[in-house]
């Protein structure tokens, strides 16, 4: 069974930082897709950020230049680098792994909360 654990989460003012991690436990964490998920309260979760196993990303268009996803496939894990934060960032953020080859098999991490506010 693959596990997700996230860290990183916190409190963090308008225009501030945070860097989430998310380790996975498995042997060929470098075949698996990567994202980073966001729900807010009373909302639907949604994609902020994935990364496939050549590296190449996609970003959701409100954290498009805010924020790097980036892996380290020897650390077995990802990152997510989020600067400029805004309030409307606030979310349990949480980590997703897809199963190569199919990518039908997603696991996911227990999430983390982000909070902005001033």
């Known amino acids: 069974q693959v596990q997700l654990v996230e860290s990183g989460g916190g409190s963090v003012q308008p225009g501030g930082s945070l860097r989430l991690s998310c380790l996975v436990s498995?042997?060929?964490?470098?075949?698996?897709?990567m994202g980073w998920y966001r729900q807010a309260p009373g909302k639907q979760r949604e994609l902020v950020a994935a990364?496939?196993?050549?590296?190449?990303?996609n970003y959701a268009d409100s954290v498009q230049g805010r924020f790097t996803i980036s892996r380290d496939n020897a650390m077995n894990t990802v990152y997510l680098q989020m600067n400029s934060l805004k309030l409307e960032d606030t979310a349990v953020y949480y980590c997703?792994?897809?199963?190569?080859?199919?990518?039908?098999?997603?696991?996911w991490g227990q999430g983390t909360q982000v909070t902005v506010s001033s």
């Open positions: 997703n792994a897809q199963e190569p080859p199919s990518r039908k098999i997603s696991y």
């Open positions: 498995t042997n060929i964490f470098s075949f698996y897709s």
């Open positions: 990364i496939a196993r050549d590296g190449g990303t």
